[in-house]
């Protein structure tokens, strides 16, 4: 079993930075993939980034590609998502997930979730 714990949202103006964290617990997190979605009022959960279990391959929305980057560290059992230029189209519950895919884009691919955290883009 694998748990996931989201950190690091909070308000930022349009333009800033904010740095999410995914830490998991479980001896199998190492193998999974991991994918960061989002979720916006009246919207459904839409697929931002994604990285390989090893880490080598990452893997981008267009919306958000140049501006976030996604990074993992596997002796810390972390995953970051580093959210630069953001934009008020940003705000929403962000949401770590892991599995064992290779589908990084569905949601569906992913069997553990964490419980959300909550970006606000101020413009």
């Known amino acids: 079993q694998v748990q996931l714990v989201e950190s690091g949202g909070g308000l930022v103006q349009a333009g800033g930075s904010l740095r999410l964290s995914c830490a998991a617990s479980?001896?199998?997190?190492?193998?999974?993939?991991v994918g960061w979605f989002r979720q916006a009022p009246r919207k459904e959960r839409e697929f931002v980034a994604a990285?390989?279990?090893?880490?080598?391959?990452?893997y981008y929305a267009d919306s958000v590609k140049g501006r976030f980057t996604i990074s993992r560290d596997i002796a810390k059992n972390t995953v970051a998502l580093q959210m630069n230029s953001l934009k008020a189209e940003d705000t929403a519950v962000y949401y770590c997930?892991?599995?064992?895919?290779?589908?990084?884009?569905?949601?569906?691919?992913?069997?553990?979730w964490g419980q959300g955290t909550q970006v606000t883009v101020s413009s």
């Open positions: 997930a892991a599995g064992l895919t290779s589908v990084v884009v569905t949601p569906r691919e992913y069997d553990y």
């Open positions: 479980g001896r199998t997190f190492s193998r999974l993939a």
């Open positions: 990285v390989s279990w090893s880490g080598d391959s990452t």
